[in-house]
């Protein structure tokens, strides 16, 4: 069964960067769609990006574009969320999902792995 392990939160100042990990357990995620969530407090869980199997395709929700970039790894085996120009409203905690298929896929309940969520906080 795949596992998701989610890295790359931490606390930083409006402006500053952070890149996420997510690392897949098998070899099986190189045939996975990924996507990247994120809640913060008092809000429900919003979609931020997303990229199918092949890294060839990428989809952001409108309120990181310009600023999030994903991508997988060589090995296939892992996924990264680089964000740039970090805003206080970006503080949530970020998740990262796996789901077997060869689209993209931008709603929570198109995915069936889910990491252990990283903590993402900006200060302003």
């Known amino acids: 069964q795949v596992q998701l392990v989610e890295s790359g939160g931490g606390l930083v100042q409006a402006g500053d960067s952070l890149r996420l990990s997510c690392v897949a357990s098998r070899r099986t995620f190189s045939r996975s769609a990924v996507g990247w969530f994120r809640q913060a407090p008092g809000k429900e869980r919003e979609f931020v990006a997303a990229i199918n199997w092949s890294g060839l395709s990428t989809s952001y929700a409108d309120s990181v574009k310009g600023r999030f970039t994903t991508s997988r790894g060589n090995a296939q085996n892992t996924a990264y969320l680089q964000m740039n120009s970090l805003k206080p409203e970006d503080t949530a905690v970020y998740y990262c999902?796996?789901?077997?298929?060869?689209?993209?896929?931008?709603?929570?309940?198109?995915?069936?792995?889910w990491g252990q969520g990283t903590q993402v906080t900006v200060s302003s």
């Open positions: 999902a796996a789901t077997y298929g060869s689209n993209l896929y931008v709603r929570a309940d198109e995915y069936d792995t």
